[in-house]
């Protein structure tokens, strides 16, 4: 059995195939991807006070889990929409409790609305949440979505007791039902801390070529924009630099370099 969708949805993937990006701002009211926070009210718009204006953001009762419910632009057919990024930026107004690596968890829910049939991947990190106090943090994911084993620093996770027979990273590429972000790694024990969060600009980035690092689209594609987009991911420390999938620390480290070199040496095929 594998992840299905709607054809309705599996069109509107194809129809948006060529799309490079889409960022959720939440500016006018506008929640595409169904957003809510788990543990607690479920969050709303702010109109104010992101980064910058809208937001979504509201008090939760456990670790936060900011989950998309809404099927269209962060979910589908990562493969075919060739899905290399997702970020977003994250605020802690106010917490109790540990301090985690953020978590990205993709999940295939097999369109059946039933969460005991519910499977996916998550990575954690390397990036903590934000802290009371730190202000607004963006943290980004890479994603290889024609990888055709689990890419390395992903760990499966079974989430349902009624679970499909095939449950691999390719099969998950091609029917992404859900995305979120948690505040704490699943399995967590949360002793009911109160925190106060905030989310802004999530995006979900397309591209054909990783060493094209600033996404341009006008010949030449790679150029030294490219080094500068990437030496400054890595002074960052963002997740998007490590371009080796090295999971031990340092894990930005000359070996990324190496990849990325070799990448751009490679050239883009788009």
Not at 73 to 94: C, E, H, L, P, W
Request: hydrophobic share 40%.
């Amino acid at each position: 059995m594998r992840c299905v969708f709607p054809a309705a949805v599996i069109a509107a993937a194809s129809a948006c195939a060529s799309a490079q990006s889409y960022t959720e701002t939440f500016e006018g009211g506008v929640n595409a991807g169904g957003w809510t926070i788990v543990g607690g009210p479920g969050g709303a718009i702010q109109p104010s006070g992101g980064n910058p204006g809208a937001y979504f953001g509201g008090t939760n009762f456990q670790y936060p889990d900011i989950q998309t419910t809404v099927r269209g632009q962060f979910t589908g057919d990562y493969g075919m929409r060739n899905v290399v990024r997702i970020k977003a930026d994250f605020i802690t107004f106010s917490h109790q409790g540990a301090i985690f690596p953020m978590t990205l968890a993709l999940v295939c829910d097999n369109a059946t609305g039933d969460p005991n049939d519910d499977w996916g991947a998550y990575k954690t990190g390397p990036a903590n949440v934000p802290n009371t106090g730190e202000g607004w943090r963006t943290i980004e994911f890479a994603i290889d979505a024609h990888a055709a084993t689990l890419p390395p620093g992903w760990q499966m996770w079974e989430i349902g007791s009624n679970l499909p027979p095939v449950r691999d990273w390719p099969t998950l590429m091609q029917t992404v039902g859900q995305v979120r972000f948690l505040y704490a790694p699943p399995g967590t024990i949360s002793n009911f801390p109160v925190w106060n969060v905030g989310i802004d600009n999530i995006a979900i980035i397309e591209g054909a070529c990783y060493a094209n690092c600033d996404g341009s689209t006008v010949a030449p594609i790679l150029n030294v924009s490219d080094f500068v987009c990437f030496l400054n991911a890595y002074a960052a420390g963002l997740s998007s630099a490590n371009c080796d999938g090295s999971t031990a620390a340092p894990v930005l480290n000359v070996g990324d370099f190496i990849c990325f070199m070799n990448a751009y040496a490679a050239g883009c095929s788009t």
